[in-house]
């Protein structure tokens, strides 16, 4: 059973940084691409980063120049450093993987359950 556990979120100042996590565990045969999606109250779920096994990245144009995707393809972690953040970008993020599990020849995308950041004006 392939899972995604995130770690790192929490209460942070506006100008703050932090580090959130995402690992997936199980019987993961190959990765695709790992990103992070983030959904504000009363808003659309929204994709902030992407990340493709190659290391090709993509943004939205919010973070832009603020927040970093890392991907650690021996550990099928994937990062988001999150530095000058800004009260705005208050959400729960969920991060996402596009995963070859056990003897399947085709990927899933598997997601995780959430970790709340918060920003304090």
């Known amino acids: 059973q392939v899972q995604l556990v995130e770690s790192g979120g929490g209460l942070v100042q506006a100008g703050g940084s932090l580090r959130l996590s995402c690992a997936a565990t199980?019987?993961?045969?190959?990765?695709?691409?790992m990103g992070w999606y983030r959904q504000a109250p009363g808003k659309q779920r929204e994709e902030v980063a992407r990340?493709?096994?190659?290391?090709?990245?993509s943004y939205t144009d919010a973070v832009k120049g603020r927040f970093t995707i890392s991907i650690d393809n021996a550990k099928n972690t994937v990062y988001l450093q999150m530095n000058s953040l800004k009260p705005e970008d208050t959400a729960v993020y969920y991060c996402?993987?596009?995963?070859?599990?056990?003897?399947?020849?085709?990927?899933?995308?598997?997601w995780g359950q959430g970790t709340q950041v918060t920003v304090s004006s």
């Open positions: 996402n993987g596009d995963l070859i599990s056990g003897d399947s020849y085709y990927p899933v995308r598997y």
């Open positions: 199980g019987r993961v045969s190959s990765v695709n691409g």
């Open positions: 990340i493709t096994v190659i290391g090709i990245r």
